[in-house]
């Protein structure tokens, strides 16, 4: 995949885990400082460069219906 499209769902995923009802009712997660953005920073790059790694052919589209097809179950 490539880098652009890597990091782009790398941060949709972040933004969707962040939103999760379970986590904005963590009081801590809510709470935005150094550490936190650090390890948010963390796992979006992680994230990212294991999308990269995908085969040339998987696209945002492909990625975003099969996420959403799980997500309507």
Same mark, same amino acid.
């Given at each position: 995949?490539?880098? !652009? %499209? $890597?990091?782009? @769902?790398?941060?949709?995923? &972040?933004?969707? #885990? +962040?939103?999760?009802?379970?986590?904005?009712?963590? !009081? %801590? $997660?809510?709470? @935005?400082?150094?550490?936190? &953005?650090?390890? #948010? +920073?963390?796992?979006?790059?992680?994230?990212?460069?294991?999308?990269?790694?995908?085969?040339?052919?998987?696209?945002?589209?492909?990625?975003?219906?099969?996420?959403?097809?799980?997500?309507?179950?």
């Amino acid at each position: 995949m490539k880098k !652009s %499209s $890597a990091d782009t @769902l790398a941060l949709l995923f &972040a933004r969707d #885990i +962040a939103r999760t009802p379970s986590s904005s009712n963590n !009081s %801590s $997660a809510n709470e @935005l400082n150094r550490y936190s &953005a650090e390890a #948010i +920073a963390d796992f979006v790059e992680v994230l990212s460069k294991r999308f990269e790694a995908l085969d040339e052919t998987v696209n945002l589209p492909m990625v975003f219906n099969a996420y959403k097809s799980q997500s309507d179950r």
